[in-house]
């Protein structure tokens, strides 16, 4: 990290550096810290956030990232139904989740439910999801 940088945190109390994580192990927010020159080293306001911690920060509700991908479904319906099926590449993955969940009746639900659950089931507001 730049000297300069290192100094405006130690510097301005408003100041805070983020590596956020868009697909993290678990919900976080925690002190980033790495090995230099065989020393841990890290600072209170340089911080590992998973996305759903970020956005709580950012909007100060804290399922806000919960709330952008239950709309994301549709808007990228509206797209596709819009600009037709040349804008989505012939995608095998997508094709066998929906066969897997072929015996379960509101099949677009599951599919939806089980591809958030599997990048962000620890994340805020996504236990909401595993009671459906």
């Known amino acids: ?3 300069s940088i290192r100094y405006q945190l130690l510097k301005d109390d408003d100041c805070a ?19 230099v020159d065989g020393q ?23 399922d806000a990232f919960y709330q952008l991908c239950m709309v994301l479904p549709s808007v990228i319906q509206k797209v596709v ?15 066998d989740l929906l066969l897997a969940a072929s015996n379960v009746e509101e099949k677009d639900m599951i599919m939806e439910i089980a591809i958030f659950m599997l990048g962000f089931s620890t994340y805020n507001g996504f236990s909401k999801l595993a009671e459906k």
Request: charged share 30%.
């Open 17 to 35: 550096c983020f590596l956020v994580e868009a697909i993290a192990k678990k919900s976080q927010n925690i002190k980033w810290e790495t090995t």
């Open 81 to 95: 139904d819009s600009n037709g099926t040349n804008l989505v590449p012939h995608d095998t993955v997508y094709e």
């Open 40 to 62: 841990r080293v890290g600072h209170k306001l340089i911080r590992r956030v998973s996305m759903d911690k970020f956005y709580e920060l950012v909007t100060g509700e804290d």
């Open 1 to 3: 990290m730049q000297a």
